[in-house]
């Protein structure tokens, strides 16, 4: 397993680090802290690329990616 310092992992996926932490709060990822830093293990900052693009390019607001087809 892979991990990435949050502010390196919003960088690559250009948004912030606090739109990550929203996700985390939001218990859409998962990160992992460590001596006071927080990391994203790769599986999660590849889940936070998908949230990204269903925000940025298919338009879908947080109560729509939060539900459940089904």
Known sequence: MAYT???????????????LQRFR??????CLEEGGAEYLEDHQEYKAKF??????ERGFDAL??????G
């Open 5 to 19: 310092p949050l502010n390196r992992s919003a960088q690559r996926l250009g948004t912030d680090k606090e739109t």
């Open 25 to 30: 709060q939001l218990r859409r990822i998962a």
């Open 51 to 56: 949230i990204l693009y269903l925000q940025r």
């Open 64 to 69: 729509q990616i939060g539900k459940n087809p």
